[in-house]
């Protein structure tokens, strides 16, 4: 029977094993560099670039030889031309018989304003998406980075507990069993044991949010939910990197990617004005026809091949493509008033999130100097107690104050991380 249970034991051993060994193992640039290869939205971004590289090569085959084949058949249902030579001769009739045709067609556009606007407007549509899969990169490396955190952050949190708990618990029993021999008011044992179940609520409470946040940074991952994970990463170790921003660090109008996005927008209604303007431009283009008779007729005066040109010159729109072009100019404006709007709120933007950052260090710093004390200050209260020299609810007390001064110290850390990752979001810093 115990060699049973023991091969049971070494089963489950061997599956947990082989569980945590299936587990996928992410420091933060780790976990960065899978999102961009995995994360849906880069997806739909791929997806989108593609496309508009089609809509480029579209636009240059308008341009190209077109070539097409067509055929028609027609039958006069008896009808007969009447043809009198003479007045005094009787007239003469002629069948006409069924035709059918065969044409082979070549067209080949040599000139046209639209067209060369065109293909000017979807490379840059295409330039456009490029910057917007740019900015796609910097989203996705920012929610990863953000959901990386928070998982930290809930993880660290609940290590601080769970070890709090087992802390209380062991003085749980060993005043519980003072309390039964009469050394001491059971009174103490019984606010222990209230303690210990509120910090256990808080434990499950921690713990869901935890589960909560590791299944937020699987979606940014574009991994199955059941997929376990393990963060290489601690807050610690990613709070090293962060320091204050330097006062000639500033900002590139030209490198941010928002600007850069309107700036491209300005530049595709600049060539929608031309393209309004290059409607009153002629349009040139040739022809080739071939010619197969099916069905010939009895007269076929109609050669086989042709070549030709079209030319069509727009002369009087009554002030349609005036007013195209009027409202075209005003969009131009519109867009080179909202591209210094945006100057103005990034600017200010970097201003508030640099004093953001600045005020988080140095609230961090303020904790970390803290943190040690309160550690100090609650075992020193915790031994008091255990000598008989504080009551149960003085410990409480001393124990809600070190898990408060803990919770701030992490929180300290979060805003630093949070503050300098949208710093560095703004500068476009995160790859």
């Known amino acids: 029977m115990k060699a049973k249970h023991f091969l049971t034991l070494l089963l489950l051993l061997g599956a947990f094993s082989m569980q945590a060994a299936d587990a996928r193992r992410f420091s933060l640039t780790d976990a960065r560099a899978w999102a961009l290869e995995h994360n849906r939205n880069m997806k739909a971004a791929g997806y989108a670039l593609t496309k508009s590289e089609m809509a480029l090569r579209e636009a240059i085959a308008n341009g190209l030889p077109q070539v097409n084949a067509n055929a028609d058949y027609s039958n006069a249902l008896g009808a007969k031309i009447v043809i009198r030579f003479n007045e005094n001769m009787p007239p003469s009739e002629i069948d006409i018989k069924p035709t059918s045709n065969l044409f082979f067609n070549v067209n080949q556009l040599i000139f046209s ?9 979807a490379r840059l549509s295409k330039e456009l998406t490029e910057l917007s899969r740019e900015r796609t990169e910097l989203d996705v490396i920012s929610a990863v980075t953000d959901a990386y955190y928070m998982a930290q952050l809930t993880m660290e949190s609940r290590n601080i507990l769970e070890q709090n708990v087992r802390n209380l618990e062991a003085l749980y029993e060993k005043t519980l069993a003072m309390a039964k021999v009469g050394m001491i008011e059971s009174l103490n044992a019984e606010q222990l044991e209230v303690q210990l179940s509120n ?26 939910p059941e997929t376990p994970i393990e963060l290489t990463d601690k807050l610690e170790t990613l709070m090293q990197a962060q320091q204050p921003v330097l006062p000639d660090v500033k900002l590139r109008l030209d490198k941010q990617i928002d600007f850069k996005m309107m700036l491209q927008q300005e530049k595709l209604t600049q060539k929608r004005v031309d393209l309004q303007r290059a409607a009153a431009l002629p349009t040139l283009a040739g022809f080739y026809r071939y010619t197969y008779k099916i069905l010939k007729p009895d007269f076929d005066m109609t050669p086989k091949n042709i070549v030709g040109l079209q030319l069509q010159i727009p002369i009087f729109s009554s002030g349609v493509r005036y ?15 909202t591209k210094e709007q945006l100057s103005d709120q990034l600017r200010i933007q970097e201003k508030q999130l640099t004093f953001n950052l600045n005020s988080a260090l140095e609230q961090y710093e303020n904790q970390r100097k803290s943190i040690d004390v309160s ?21 409480i007390n001393a124990d809600n104050n070190y898990l408060r001064a803990e919770s701030d110290h992490l929180n300290a850390m979060m805003q630093v991380l949070s503050a300098r990752l949208q710093l560095d979001k703004l500068y476009g810093n995160l790859k």
């Open 323 to 337: 007013y195209k072009t009027r409202e075209a100019k005003i969009d131009l404006l519109t867009i080179e008033n």
């Open 375 to 395: 550690r100090r200050v609650y075992q020193s209260l915790k031994n008091k107690y255990e000598n008989g020299m504080i009551s149960g609810l003085d410990l």
């Open 113 to 121: 304003g639209n067209y060369i606007v065109g293909i000017q407007l």
């Open 199 to 224: 910090l256990r609520s808080s434990l499950a409470s921690l713990e869901r949010q935890h589960t909560m946040a590791e299944n937020l940074l699987r979606l940014q991952l574009g991994l199955d």
